[in-house]
């Protein structure tokens, strides 16, 4: 099964990318903030994130770039 992260501080976004994501039965995780997603793609290892620009903790371009100094992540597509 596909794992995929979705990282949004807006509920609204979260929910109905998530709905239209779980709708083709793949596991989804949600992650409220860069911090917060972060921590779940440590854990949960997706295999594709999605993540807003503007977030209030960490953009999504310090998230990617955090992402990409782990070799476990050197190959996950990142989508903003």
Same mark, same amino acid.
């Given at each position: $099964? *596909?794992? /995929?992260?979705? /990282? &949004?501080? &807006? %509920?609204?976004?979260?929910? $109905? /990318?998530?709905?239209?994501?779980?709708? *083709?039965?793949? @596991?989804?995780?949600?992650? #409220?903030?860069?911090?917060?997603?972060?921590?779940?793609a440590?854990?949960?290892?997706?295999?594709?994130i999605?993540? #807003?620009?503007? $977030?209030? &903790?960490?953009? #999504?371009?310090?998230?990617?770039?955090?992402?990409?100094?782990? %070799? #476990?992540? *050197?190959? *996950?597509?990142? @989508?903003?």
């Amino acid at each position: $099964m *596909t794992n /995929i992260l979705v /990282i &949004d501080e &807006d %509920p609204i976004y979260l929910q $109905m /990318i998530s709905k239209a994501l779980e709708a *083709t039965h793949w @596991l989804v995780h949600m992650a #409220d903030s860069g911090v917060h997603g972060l921590a779940l793609a440590r854990t949960h290892k997706p295999d594709l994130i999605v993540t #807003d620009v503007v $977030m209030p &903790d960490l953009s #999504d371009y310090e998230v990617s770039r955090q992402l990409r100094r782990d %070799p #476990d992540f *050197t190959h *996950t597509p990142i @989508l903003c």
